[in-house]
């Protein structure tokens, strides 16, 4: 839904006719990038640094700034050849910003998919702490705690759907 509208938004859009409109389109372009660059290594920043809640309020920005990155980049795809005509050296050196940009969000993945496993760790360990410390202290006819009161305690879940 939001990929159809950024789209129908780009599509809108006329492709630069000069080399003026061109150098001024590529400007925004660069600058959307390095907000969005800029945001995602703050975030990422932050949750190295194990400072979780200031790192969700980055998120909002976050949102933003890729919303505007990715309108402007459908742009982009769809008039590459025409701006690489009109200025093929600032083309060629936006898409090597734009691999050293992708470096920085594959760092920023990483972080986050480590505090998530670390937090889930967390959450699952709590839960089999809580699950020992309410379970009987029974034996079973064998002199053996039954198995079922091992279990990690109820009502403790883990939502992996974010």
Known sequence: M???SIRQRADAEVAPQSEEEAR???VEFETAMAEL???IAEETALVR???LFAATDVVGRKNERLARYLRLRTRLKRDVAHIAKLMPDAVARMREDHMAAIETI???LGVLAIAREVA???VRNVSASVGRQSAPRTYGRDAAVPAGHLAAARGISIDRRM
Request: glycine share 12%.
């Open 2 to 4: 939001i990929a159809d």
């Open 24 to 26: 001024a389109f590529l």
């Open 37 to 39: 660059v800029e945001t």
């Open 49 to 51: 640094a194990g400072r």
């Open 106 to 108: 594959r760092a920023n």
């Open 120 to 122: 889930e760790g967390i």
